[in-house]
């Protein structure tokens, strides 16, 4: 029960959609109405610098970190605890299901995990997809660096919660490049 607990309570603080709030408070303007659409740091960056895009970053960064808490204190797996806000991130139910890409968020956890291979396998195929393949794309790295954290999470045995963690991001990034080629705009 603590479990199932631990991660709603994860979810529900993943959903919290700081980006939107942010916007809101600041220029009375829906996010998902600027820029790329998205609702994350870099889309606040680009339409109100740097200021407010921090604050959305270390805000979304936090809620990763207090999932891994909720986690650890509930006595649940703290790594799925985080994959779980992570999903509240990206799929907020309060915005209709479309939220930002969850990076922040997982940094935040991954952090406090303590997770320094997995944010190193991130970054490594991260820089290497970005320089070398995708022509500077951002969205491509991402998702190359989410692969390479759900690589690292079944190396060498099984990390269901880094696992999990890894595809929710990926599977993000992937509709984000989908819907791109299609229309243009990002998810």
């Known amino acids: 029960m603590q479990t199932i607990l631990a991660l709603t309570a994860s979810f529900l603080l993943g959903s ?13 303007k829906d996010i998902r ?5 998205n609702v994350g740091s870099m889309n606040v960056r680009d339409q109100l610098g740097y200021k407010p895009a921090i604050i959305v970053l270390l805000v979304d960064a936090a809620k990763g970190a207090a999932a891994v808490g909720l986690g650890l204190f509930l006595g649940a797996d703290p790594e799925l605890c985080l994959a779980t806000a992570v999903a509240g991130h990206i799929y907020p139910p309060w915005l209709a299901f479309k939220g930002g890409k969850g990076l922040a968020t997982a940094l935040g956890g991954l952090l406090v995990l303590w997770q320094w291979p997995a944010i190193l396998a991130f970054v490594v195929l991260w820089l290497l997809v970005y320089f070398g393949f995708s ?3 951002g969205d491509w790295a991402n998702l190359a660096g989410a692969l390479a954290i759900s690589a690292y ?3 060498p045995s099984p990390e269901w919660g880094l696992l999990l963690l890894g595809l929710v991001i990926a599977l993000k990034h992937f509709m984000v490049i989908k819907s791109q080629s299609g229309t243009g705009k990002q998810v």
């Open 16 to 28: 919290i959609p700081t980006a939107y709030i942010v916007v809101k408070s600041q220029q009375q």
């Open 33 to 37: 109405q600027m820029g790329s659409g």
């Open 135 to 137: 022509g500077r794309d």
């Open 153 to 155: 999470a079944v190396l």
